[in-house]
């Protein structure tokens, strides 16, 4: 039998140290499991926990039945208590205009929803997370059933609103403890207490009467069984006088509505009412000429399983009936007009964002984008009209507009608000159904404002002199009369775009350039001599990669291009031929960006509702789904967006120019951030103070498109959509915002060579009063192939420079003289045929048509233009 060798310590201190290293390589993980399990056990003790009720305080109307009246000067406003329409009076004029559509109620064609929507002063529709959008109106659900009050002040009416599928309620008890019921009574004089003690009876449960069923009392009200209660008698039969009365009564005992809660819950007779009830408020105010409306977002109050979706103001404010001749101004292009009772119930109603699509709601596909950039809309009757400009929550703002023959027999016009911004979530295999997400809470601190201006006038004509007024009054010392002596022309010039070139047999992406610093300089040096003296350039792709620019966190000229000195002397050389030069940036979007450029998309990217990073991508027209093949881009935190411009601000500086920003003053986009959310409303703001510091600092500053909020502060406005979409319910585009710049502001339409359609973009210039815009590069067309950018196939200043001439030269020997003026008159002579008439009588006849027009004695040549003086 052998003996066992015994284990030596060496060996024992190796066996215990690998156990120990083992045991440590387990600690990581169980600590782990731990901290999960934890989390697990803590959601599910939350998720347990019974949700507090949200209690929405339900309004009821106590007062008479006496008009409330506001009135200043110039108008009158005359409100129906029982109903909340009012009515306002012109005084210059007599002219009354109705909140509501005139006997709405007996609309021959409209369904009795659409009824109530034509009696009501504010619609509010909520959402649930399916995606079911139900619309509730004021009449229906409030004031029809009392649910409402009313508060007047030397200066405003109130009207508090609450909304939903409710009956009127009176605050007072039906059942209430007899503790309770003393203490109450104790403060009124015995005549009253008498008067109240009469519609109650005292129930014990130990003293009921041979009548009295204590089974049905006890199931009906539960606390009978340990205290004696009153409870009132026949409630169903008691008429709403009494209750009024009543109401009246507790409300002078002292009795609160927290008691009225408190009370209710004694009461289980009746059955809870789980329809969705909502508050609101509407604020109206009269200022000269001026009707305010405001809405605050701090006075909405519903359930927040039942989300506020979206909200609309006098949806049908000067709606006009089928009798009634006017039409309706709406902010498509520069202005459009659908006249009432067009016959187009067919077609599709008119409607467009206010400064377009919020980026940062996440779309899978886009088939047509709609861009508003005036925040305002009007309807004319005979020789009165009154614009509705939009100051508070135009960034939350759409405009939508319908003839008669629809759904009612009115015309109407109005804002409709997104509230609560959602998202749609696909969830798979797991649901045949998508679900939505909704913006949890509304910012406190703004409100909904609508300022109406009323104007005895039914030309759109005078309703654009009134609003140029109103920006002049609201911006003062920023509108002022321009000095131009000939016509102005925007040239863009492309310095570099990106393209893919094989390097050691690797596809990479390179600038290529298209015209150089010193050639830019050369072409605006020819541009001057060749004639044009009011000369405003913007170079496009001249720094960061080229026009899918990178993120301006620094500014690199791009070598392809030429040095640093090369760009000095281009700048030189413009400042010296008097020539506005601007440096195009984009400030709002990261093209191409990463690390090594300054941009990391987890931190500087904005957030989606769904918390994504808010990744954007170019839309084909054809499949209205993201292009193949092109990289995608990101949308930028509002703090970066601050930091890029104020780069582009500084480099410009530095180099003595102007700035042009691609996007700000074009697009307007929310972050849904959860640690830093920015409102649209706020993103807004935020750009109109970052274009009012740069212009009172000194920087000259191009926009394009131009948002309502950023023409203040713009030198020049490019790429303006004169014409816009040209939807088929309207009747025809006016030169409404035109008017309202003209000879204050320089502005122009597309690039004339690269639109598509030349000779009709230089028809809509001369229309429009606007300058002209060219986009040019000095090399070929041939050098673009196998790029992504056949937008510049038409830019090619060798090919294009005579037409150019020739273009300008007939233009501004034409219309070079009225670029000081205001536009004082616009008509619509036929579909085809306008005339556009300056402050020195200058008039512009356009024909749109194929076939010749005479008129006044002239004949305006088919496709063409004729200018008398």
């Not at 009024?244 to 005992?253: D, W």
């Not at 104020?646 to 500086?653: M, W």
Request: net charge negative.
């Amino acid at each position: 039998m052998s003996r066992l060798n015994p284990i030596s310590e060496e060996r024992k201190r190796e066996i215990r140290n690998s156990i120990i290293k083992e045991l440590k390589g387990f600690i990581f993980p169980a600590i782990l499991l731990a901290i999960i399990a934890g989390l697990i056990i803590f959601v599910m003790q939350y998720q347990a926990r019974p949700k507090e009720e949200e209690i929405i305080e339900v309004r009821a109307y106590a007062g008479d039945e006496q008009p409330i009246i506001l009135e200043n000067d110039d108008i009158k406003l005359e409100m129906d208590p029982l109903t909340t329409h009012f009515d306002i009076t012109v005084k210059s004029t007599g002219k009354v205009w109705h909140s509501t559509a005139v006997d709405g109620a007996n609309d021959a064609i409209a369904v009795n929803e659409e009824k109530g929507k034509l009696q009501s002063d504010f619609l509010l529709t909520y959402g649930t997370e399916a995606g079911l959008d139900v619309t509730l109106d004021t009449h229906t659900f409030s004031t029809e059933n009392g649910v409402y009050e009313i508060e007047t002040g030397d200066d405003y009416i109130k009207v508090d609103y609450s909304i939903g599928k409710i009956s009127k309620e009176y605050i007072f008890p039906l059942a209430i403890t007899e503790k309770n019921f003393d203490a109450l009574m104790a403060n009124l004089d015995q005549t009253d207490k008498s008067s109240v003690k009469g519609f109650y009876k005292l129930y014990d449960i130990n003293k009921l009467g041979k009548k009295d069923n204590k089974e049905e009392l006890l199931a009906n009200y539960p606390l009978l069984e340990t205290e004696p209660l009153y409870i009132l008698r026949s409630p169903d039969d008691l008429r709403d006088v009494k209750k009024k009365m009543l109401q009246g009564y507790f409300e002078a005992a002292g009795y609160t509505y927290e008691d009225f809660l408190r009370d209710k819950e004694v009461n289980q007779r009746e059955g809870v009412n789980t329809a969705p009830v909502f508050n609101a408020t509407v604020i109206y105010r009269l200022e000269g000429k001026n009707l305010v409306v405001e809405v605050p977002f701090s006075g909405f109050d519903g359930k927040s399983e039942f989300p506020i979706s979206k909200v609309s103001v006098l949806p049908y404010f000067g709606a006009g009936g089928l009798d009634e001749e006017g039409y309706m101004l709406v902010p498509e292009g520069g202005g459009s007009i659908i006249n009432f009772n067009n016959g187009k119930s067919k077609q599709n109603l008119y409607y467009a964002n206010v400064y377009g699509w919020d980026m940062a709601i996440e779309r899978k596909d886009v088939v047509h984008s709609t861009q508003a950039n005036l925040n305002l809309y009007g309807i004319a009757e005979g020789n009165d009209s009154f614009l509705c400009i939009i100051e508070g929550g135009s960034a939350y703002a759409s405009i939508t507009a319908d003839v008669s023959g629809r759904n009612t027999n009115y015309n109407h016009v109005c804002a409709e608000y997104t509230m609560k911004a959602r998202e749609r979530y696909d969830l798979g295999a797991n649901s045949n159904q998508d679900m939505y997400v909704y913006l949890e809470d509304l910012p406190q601190d703004e409100s909904i404002i609508q300022r109406y201006t009323f104007i005895d006038s039914g030309s759109y004509v005078d309703m654009a002199r009134d609003y140029r007024q109103y920006l002049m009054d609201k911006y003062p010392g920023y509108l002022t009369k321009n000095d131009d002596t000939s016509t102005p022309v925007n040239v863009q010039i492309v310095g570099a775009v990106d393209k893919v070139r094989q390097i050691l047999g690797v596809p990479v992406s390179r600038p290529l350039a298209l015209t150089t610093y010193k050639e830019a300089a050369g072409m605006i040096e020819t541009l001057t001599s060749e004639g044009i003296d009011n000369l405003t350039v913007k170079y496009v792709g001249w720094c960061n990669g080229g026009v899918k620019q990178k993120i301006l966190k620094n500014v690199r000229t791009i070598h392809a291009l030429g040095s640093k000195k090369d760009l000095q002397a281009l700048t030189d050389k413009a400042n010296e031929l008097g020539v506005d030069l601007y440096f195009d940036g984009i400030t709002e979007y990261a093209f191409k960006s990463n690390l090594f450029n300054g941009f990391f998309s987890y931190t500087d990217a904005a957030k989606f509702l769904s918390r994504k990073r808010a990744e954007l991508y170019e839309y084909s027209a054809i499949t209205y789904v993201a292009r193949d093949g092109l990289d995608s881009y990101f949308l930028l935190h509002p703090d970066r967006i601050a930091k890029t411009a104020d780069k582009l601000i500084e480099t410009a500086g530095k180099y003595n120019v102007g700035a042009s920003f691609q996007d700000i003053g074009r697009d307007l986009s929310s972050d849904f951030y959860r640690k830093n959310y920015t409102s649209r409303e706020d993103a807004m703001v935020q750009q109109s103070e970052l274009l009012k510091n740069a212009k009172d600092g000194g920087t000259k500053i191009m926009i394009n498109s131009g948002n309502s909020y950023a023409i203040p502060y713009a030198d020049f406005i490019a790429e303006v959509d004169l014409k816009g979409s040209e939807y088929t319910i309207l009747d025809g585009g006016v030169p409404f915002t035109q008017i309202a710049l003209h000879g204050y502001v320089d502005y122009t339409g597309m690039p004339i060579n690269v639109c598509g359609n030349d000779v009709e973009e230089v028809l809509y210039a001369v229309e429009y009063g606007a300058g002209l815009s060219f986009t040019l590069m000095d090399e070929s067309s041939f050098t673009l192939q196998k790029t992504i950018y056949p937008e510049y196939y038409g830019a090619d200043f060798s090919l294009w420079n005579d037409r150019m001439m020739s273009i300008y030269n007939t233009y501004n020997e034409r219309l070079g003289h009225t670029f000081n003026q205001e536009i004082v008159d616009h008509q619509i002579l036929t579909e085809d045929v306008s005339v556009t008439v300056y402050e020195d009588g200058t008039k512009a006849y356009v024909n749109y048509g194929y076939a010749d027009y005479s008129v006044d004695g002239i004949t305006v040549p088919a496709r063409d233009y004729f200018v008398s003086k």
